[in-house]
């Protein structure tokens, strides 16, 4: 069985960091697309970063410059490196696995940034 699990979210002030951690079980992350998505209260959830089997990586405009998405194949676990977070930055955060499509989804991890 596949399982996703993300950690490392928490309150930080506006210009601060956080480390997002999406640890895997069943699954190895390298062969497949490790997507990072968030979904603000009253927002419909939107693509942050991912990367691929290839370790290309992909990011929101939202969020290039900002945002680094790396993987540690060791530890099987992808991470997602914010930084000058901004207030709407604020959302829960899922990590996601697939190939075409993400067919294996984390439960999420709070982030709030406050101004």
């Known amino acids: 069985q596949v399982q996703l699990v993300e950690s490392g979210g928490g309150l930080v002030q506006a210009g601060g960091s956080l480390r997002l951690s999406c640890a895997a079980s069943?699954?190895?992350?390298?062969?497949?697309?490790t997507g990072w998505f968030r979904q603000a209260p009253g927002k419909e959830r939107e693509f942050v970063a991912a990367?691929?089997?290839?370790?290309?990586?992909y990011y929101a405009d939202s969020v290039k410059g900002r945002f680094t998405i790396t993987r540690d194949n060791a530890k099987n676990t992808v991470y997602l490196q914010m930084n000058s977070l901004k207030p709407e930055d604020t959302a829960v955060y899922s990590c996601?696995?697939?190939?075409?499509?993400?067919?294996?989804w984390g439960q999420g991890t709070q982030v709030t940034v406050s101004s």
């Open positions: 069943g699954r190895t992350l390298s062969s497949y697309t």
């Open positions: 990367i691929n089997w290839r370790d290309n990586t």
């Open positions: 996601a696995s697939g190939t075409l499509t993400y067919d294996y």
